[in-house]
């Protein structure tokens, strides 16, 4: 039985403490499916949270069946078979850093809600663009993921480029008339956050313009050159062009120093979306296919993808600190004028948000539990179980690879023996049964406006034998469906 007491965190005994995580820890072990998934549909799952959240008087003999019935049906990111994301298993290192970050609730907003937590952010944020070989004048943010980072990115382009093209200060004024002529430049498989953030930005959907990519789903450079003498020839202006270092689907990182080279002569901002490829800084076998990134504006990583990070923990890196001045404000309780010529730091001047969780903490207790070696020798296993992955699908006859590898994720499909099978149809409908039994969690895309299916390695504890083993599950799934 849970704890029930009327007690803070402050209050609570170290006894009682002990009694709180290991009963977690119990639930958490003991009730684990064996599956990937349960297989229940919403209106199952609809069906088994019933009666009143906040009843008039506490009933602490139902929260071990809650926490139970929540991890029951919950999906096991540490299963072999679940491979459909980029949805990693957390470090033991990571989660034990969570309990602290819970218990400290620290808010990283102002220096005096989070003092030791605020130097410790800041040192996590130079080392790390020190790492991405950015310089010195670099700063950067904890962020809740890939989109808000990307946001950030494309939101300090849209002010820098008002500011230098017509001296205008969108915190203060609003968007001018001219932003209209502003234009995002992105590859075809760049990520919908693009668009998302452009349309939140006040510049809409059609500021942005996606760039054609290669057999290799990387954005073509003669492709981007193209675009922008368009643009100049209409008097458009290119407010960002933004590179991708591993696209969602394919892996694919575009030519970050071709592009680099392309935005300093247009004059633009270059923002990288590393979220998924940013890992690569850690890996010695693989680090040169991010050359180029030391010479961008701003970039997006995200350590809840190949550093095995609980949700949420990413960062946004900027080349230069000054250039976090338009969203940069001053309240007298939290953060006034007076604490910067003081010397104090608070956070809140260089994040979108305003209560922020410690998340640099899990981060530095994960790479203390590693150590460099044993970190890169995880990331490179998932890129090398990718591979593994895309030669079985080669060699198998049914199954079709779309494209080799970049990172940990394989684009393939299911080809039907029969000539009377829709071909996208039955790719969908694996994947799906598969999810409704239990069996595996499989990714889906589109790809050439084909329905197909996608494995996403993440987890470095996965065997060639597993992965193997899933994907003899895919065809005997479909070979099923076949005769059905």
């Known amino acids: 039985m849970f704890e029930s007491d009327f007690l803070t965190s402050t209050d609570i005994s170290r006894d009682a403490y002990r009694r709180l995580i290991s009963q977690a820890a119990a639930i958490l072990c003991e009730t684990r499916p064996d599956l990937p998934y349960t297989g229940k549909s919403p209106a199952e799952l609809a069906d088994l949270i019933s009666g009143d959240f906040l009843p008039q008087e506490a009933d602490s003999s139902q929260i071990a069946d809650i926490m139970c019935m929540v991890v029951a049906n919950s999906i096991s990111v540490s299963h072999p078979c679940t491979a459909a994301h980029l949805h990693c298993p957390p470090l033991l290192a990571s989660l034990a850093a969570e309990v602290v970050i819970s218990a400290l609730n620290q808010s990283m907003d102002s220096f005096d809600q989070a003092p030791i937590a605020t130097i410790v952010e800041q040192k996590m944020i130079r080392w790390l663009c020190t790492e991405a070989g950015l310089p010195p004048s670099a700063d950067g943010t904890f962020t809740t993921g890939g989109s808000q980072s990307n946001y950030m990115g494309l939101l300090l382009a849209r002010d820098a480029c008002l500011q230098q093209h017509w001296n205008w200060s969108a915190q203060k004024s609003g968007l001018p008339p001219e932003a209209a002529r502003l234009r995002i430049l992105c590859s075809e498989v760049a990520h919908f956050t693009i668009e998302k953030s452009a349309a939140q930005l006040g510049l809409g959907t059609d500021s942005v313009i996606r760039i054609q990519v290669d057999d290799r789903y990387r954005?073509?450079?003669?492709?981007?050159?193209?675009?922008?003498?368009?643009?100049?020839?209409?008097?458009?202006?290119?407010?960002?062009?933004?590179?991708?270092?591993?696209?969602?689907?394919?892996?694919?990182?575009?030519?970050?120093?071709?592009?680099?080279?392309?935005?300093?002569?247009?004059?633009?901002?270059?923002?990288?979306?590393?979220?998924?490829?940013?890992?690569?800084?850690?890996?010695?076998?693989?680090?040169?296919?991010?050359?180029?990134?030391?010479?961008?504006?701003?970039?997006?990583?995200?350590?809840?993808?190949?550093?095995?990070?609980?949700?949420?923990?990413?960062?946004?890196?900027?080349?230069?600190a000054q250039f976090f001045a338009p969203i940069r404000m001053h309240s007298d309780y939290l953060n006034p004028e007076a604490h910067e010529d003081a010397g104090i730091p608070n956070l809140v001047t260089t994040s979108l948000l305003t209560s922020r969780r410690f998340d640099a903490l899990k981060l530095w207790i994960s790479f203390q539990s590693l150590g460099r070696n044993k970190l890169a020798a995880m990331i490179d296993h998932t890129i090398a179980l990718a591979h593994h992955a895309a030669e079985i699908i080669r060699k198998t006859s049914r199954l079709e690879l779309l494209c080799e590898p970049h990172l940990s994720t394989v684009v393939f499909r299911y080809l039907p023996d029969r000539k009377d099978v829709n071909a996208d149809e039955l790719n969908a409908r694996i994947r799906q049964n598969l999810f409704e039994r239990g069996a595996a969690v499989v990714g889906h895309t589109r790809a050439h406006n084909r329905q197909c299916l996608k494995f996403t390695c993440m987890n470095p504890a996965t065997s060639e034998i597993q992965m193997k083993e899933l994907i003899e599950a895919v065809v005997a799934q479909g070979e099923e469906l076949e005769r059905a």
Request: with cysteine; net charge neutral; proline share 4%.
């Open 219 to 320: 954005m073509r450079p003669a492709a981007l050159r193209d675009a922008l003498a368009s643009l100049k020839t209409q008097n458009l202006v290119p407010a960002a062009i933004v590179a991708t270092a591993g696209t969602t689907d394919f892996g694919s990182i575009d030519s970050l120093t071709d592009l680099a080279d392309q935005a300093a002569s247009a004059r633009t901002w270059l923002h990288v979306d590393a979220a998924y490829g940013g890992a690569l800084l850690f890996s010695a076998q693989h680090r040169y296919r991010l050359s180029g990134i030391e010479h961008v504006h701003s970039i997006a990583i995200d350590f809840h993808k190949l550093f095995w990070q609980p949700i949420p923990c990413s960062v946004f890196l900027i080349r230069d």
